[in-house]
């Protein structure tokens, strides 16, 4: 009878210790792995990317990953979503809110019931704008971004003041979902390897959050760019894609920086990144599905998908890569199990649900139902707003002797025009002109005489780029050129380039005379400052141009917006800047329109078409099928992530 009166004691105990015990996650290096509130834990993870999916929408995606057999789900935090804008005074206004809310999002995955790994940069890639660097910060050419140099740091450190204590209550210590934090983003394949930079951001980080979170990097798997990329304080972590050789290969090199803790892969590729004018990749699923198993064979090894879902690159927010300047679309989908409109891959999706079931030998849940897509049918625009017209409304921004970056104009997105006289020098016999712009033309050019288009200039055309134009009447004649920031670098040693015109214009038959004026059409939120532009009935704008249409709404839904007859340009439904179109480029033939900017009755639609006529009969169409272009497979060989050996197609 004591013996059993003891018993009871020792549970009573054992169970009110199990009710005060404060959570934990920690890395058993003895042991090789991971453990969470004292128990042996490995999590199986997939990036979703708030900023790549609205807001209404992310506990919809957290389900269906949750379904997919997920424990965790990994997120980066791109700097210049929250401080996009260029300071007043010195001050920065942050956006913690709607979209922009990264607290709702970390409690949503608490919601759903998965964990939270950051990735807070300060520097993530991500094929994000500037790999999630501000304009504002990189268009201060005296700053050397991703190094210990002063400036950069002290603005780090301002970032990081804001951002971290929004996470601080979040991590799982402290009752929320957050496990773990990383150190910048694949470090050693950038070519500073400043460990002074490595050991400050880890510091920095550990004195906000405290020693209750695990603090990690990430890199790929060869000896220099885990030892740039990491440092003795840091735990290590490598990522690669699926297929070719068995995964051990990749993790012994982990092993020999890092012999001792749990293996975890943070990139596992379920899909590829795509560039406008190639192919839209393709892993195949039975690549994916072979590497997870042999994953899930090791018992130390955690991983996470990238991507779970892919999402959009709404608004300006697309990347590019180097130094074959490459930008990527709209479309972020990635070829992910969970397309970036919520719909599941076609074979993908459950081949991965179902590997981890029989493996794992889980109980998921149900997997969500999807709500149906709609289709609105044809659009005709109504209404249009030459470039002549929107320039009239608009501010000067500058006169310059010579053109000058959207840096130094405080303009971080968009377009800029530029425009100045030129004097015909030589006789008038000749019926053409031949126009050499010199210097920095980034990214892409629409070239116009007496605000008539001529052609286009394009940034991979290196060196001088010569146009012949009709001979223009009379001795003077106006020269504008209108640049289009296609997305900055997010990749490399060219992250930070300027955007817009930097240089001259020379001819044999003439010189320009007098200043440059430069307008900017930065088209912010809702289209600002370009909200209100005088409209006329459409036939008589030539484009570049401005074209309004509207449409009607029964049952709100997602749709796909189809432009097959425009050329290049921005659209806004609703004033939300949905992104870029490209159709004759390609790969992607169809917009993601995500319900939640859609409004039952009339809904807005809006376009600055940069290469092709607009008439009155010109449609656009809203369809319930997405197209994200024609697929290119990927192979093994193609995850490659040295920058010095493979510039492009990194992630």
């Known amino acids: 009878m004591r013996s059993f009166t003891l018993f009871c004691a020792v549970q009573a105990v054992a169970l009110c210790y199990a009710k005060t015990e404060a959570p934990s996650f920690v890395v058993d290096y003895e042991n090789d792995r991971f453990l969470k509130d004292g128990q042996p834990f490995r999590y199986i993870s997939g990036s979703l990317h708030y900023a790549r999916v609205p807001s209404a929408l992310w506990k919809d995606r957290m389900m269906k990953m949750k379904a997919m057999g997920l424990n965790a789900l990994q997120t980066v935090i791109p700097w210049n979503f929250h401080q996009p804008n260029y300071p007043k005074d010195s001050s920065h206004t942050t956006r913690f809110s709607g979209d922009q809310d990264l607290g709702k999002f970390i409690d949503t995955a608490h919601e759903v019931g998965l964990l939270v790994?950051?990735?807070?940069?300060?520097?993530?890639?991500?094929?994000?704008?500037?790999?999630?660097?501000?304009?504002?910060?990189?268009?201060?050419t005296s700053i050397k971004v991703r190094t210990s140099e002063p400036g950069y740091l002290s603005e780090v450190t301002r970032w990081m003041n804001i951002l971290l204590p929004v996470i601080k209550p979040r991590l799982?210590?402290?009752?929320?979902?957050?496990?773990?934090?990383?150190?910048?983003?694949?470090?050693?394949?950038?070519?500073?390897?400043?460990?002074?930079?490595?050991?400050?951001?880890?510091?920095?980080?550990?004195?906000?959050?405290?020693?209750?979170?695990?603090?990690?990097?990430?890199?790929g798997p060869s000896e220099r760019m885990i030892s740039c990329g990491s440092s003795k304080d840091i735990f290590t972590t490598i990522d690669f894609g699926p297929g070719g050789s068995d995964p051990m290969n990749q993790f012994n090199v982990l092993r020999a920086y890092q012999p001792k803790g749990p293996l975890v892969n943070s990139e596992l590729y379920s899909g590829w990144l795509d560039h406008w004018g190639s192919p839209h990749a393709h892993v195949s699923t039975a690549a994916i599905v072979t590497t997870l198993k042999a994953l899930l064979a090791i018992e130390s090894v955690s991983f996470s998908m990238y991507m779970a879902e892919g999402g959009t690159n709404?608004?300006?927010?697309?990347?590019?890569?180097?130094?074959?300047?490459?930008?990527?679309?709209?479309?972020?989908?990635?070829?992910?199990?969970?397309?970036?409109?919520?719909?599941?891959?076609?074979?993908?999706?459950?081949?991965?649900?179902?590997?981890?079931?029989?493996?794992?030998?889980?109980?998921?849940?149900?997997?969500?139902?999807?709500?149906?897509?709609?289709?609105?049918?044809?659009?005709?625009?109504?209404?249009?707003?030459?470039?002549?017209?929107?320039?009239?409304?608009?501010?000067?921004?500058?006169?310059?002797?010579?053109?000058?970056?959207?840096?130094?104009?405080?303009?971080?997105?968009?377009?800029?025009?530029?425009?100045t006289m030129m004097k015909v020098t030589a006789n008038?016999?000749?019926?053409?002109?031949?126009?050499?712009?010199?210097?920095?033309?980034?990214?892409?050019?629409?070239?116009?005489?007496?605000?008539?288009?001529?052609?286009?200039?394009?940034?991979?055309?290196?060196?001088?780029?010569?146009?012949?134009?009709?001979?223009?009447?009379?001795?003077?004649?106006?020269?504008?050129?209108?640049?289009?920031?296609?997305?900055?670098?997010?990749?490399?040693?060219?992250?930070?380039?300027?955007?817009?015109?930097?240089?001259?214009?020379?001819?044999?038959?003439?010189?320009?005379?007098?200043?440059?004026?430069?307008?900017?059409?930065?088209?912010?939120?809702?289209?600002?400052?370009?909200?209100?532009?005088?409209?006329?009935?459409?036939?008589?704008?030539?484009?570049?141009?401005?074209?309004?249409?509207?449409?009607?709404?029964?049952?709100?839904?997602?749709?796909?917006?189809?432009?097959?007859?425009?050329?290049?340009?921005?659209?806004f439904i609703n004033g939300f800047n949905l992104g870029r179109y490209w159709p004759v480029a390609g790969p992607q033939k169809a917009l993601y329109v995500p319900q939640t900017i859609l409004l039952k009755g009339t809904n807005t639609i809006s376009i600055f078409e940069l290469d092709n006529p607009v008439d009155a009969n010109t449609e656009v169409m809203l369809k319930d099928v997405p197209d994200v272009g024609v697929e290119s497979r990927m192979e093994s060989s193609d995850f490659r992530r040295d920058p010095l050996s493979s510039p492009t197609n990194i992630v």
């Not at 890569?321 to 199990?337: E, I, V």
Request: glycine share 10%; aromatic share 12%; charged share 15%.
């Open 117 to 140: 790994l950051l990735r807070p940069g300060p520097y993530i890639c991500a094929e994000w704008e500037n790999g999630g660097f501000p304009a504002w910060l990189t268009s201060n």
């Open 172 to 219: 799982y210590a402290n009752g929320g979902p957050v496990i773990m934090v990383q150190v910048e983003n694949e470090y050693g394949s950038f070519p500073a390897c400043d460990h002074v930079y490595i050991d400050y951001l880890y510091n920095l980080i550990r004195k906000a959050l405290g020693d209750d979170v695990v603090i990690y990097s990430t890199d």
């Open 428 to 571: 008038s016999f000749s019926d053409s002109l031949t126009l050499t712009i010199n210097g920095m033309l980034h990214d892409r050019s629409v070239l116009l005489i007496n605000d008539v288009r001529q052609g286009t200039l394009k940034r991979q055309d290196s060196g001088a780029q010569a146009i012949h134009v009709p001979m223009p009447s009379g001795p003077h004649f106006k020269l504008s050129i209108l640049v289009e920031n296609q997305g900055r670098i997010n990749y490399g040693g060219q992250i930070g380039d300027l955007k817009g015109f930097t240089g001259t214009v020379t001819s044999p038959s003439a010189a320009p005379i007098g200043n440059w004026s430069l307008w900017g059409i930065p088209l912010n939120d809702n289209m600002e400052p370009f909200a209100d532009l005088p409209k006329t009935p459409i036939g008589v704008a030539s484009s570049p141009a401005f074209y309004f249409g509207s449409f009607e709404v029964g049952t709100i839904g997602d749709s796909f917006l189809y432009t097959p007859t425009l050329g290049k340009g921005q659209v």
């Open 314 to 419: 709404f608004g300006f927010w697309n990347g590019a890569n180097s130094p074959a300047y490459g930008p990527q679309p709209t479309s972020y989908d990635y070829d992910a199990p969970i397309s970036e409109s919520g719909r599941y891959h076609p074979d993908k999706y459950m081949a991965i649900r179902n590997t981890i079931t029989a493996v794992m030998n889980a109980t998921l849940p149900p997997v969500p139902e999807l709500q149906p897509a709609q289709a609105y049918g044809s659009v005709k625009f109504t209404e249009e707003c030459s470039l002549i017209d929107a320039r009239r409304v608009a501010p000067v921004r500058a006169t310059s002797d010579d053109p000058l970056p959207f840096g130094m104009m405080r303009q971080a997105y968009g377009f800029m025009l530029y425009e």
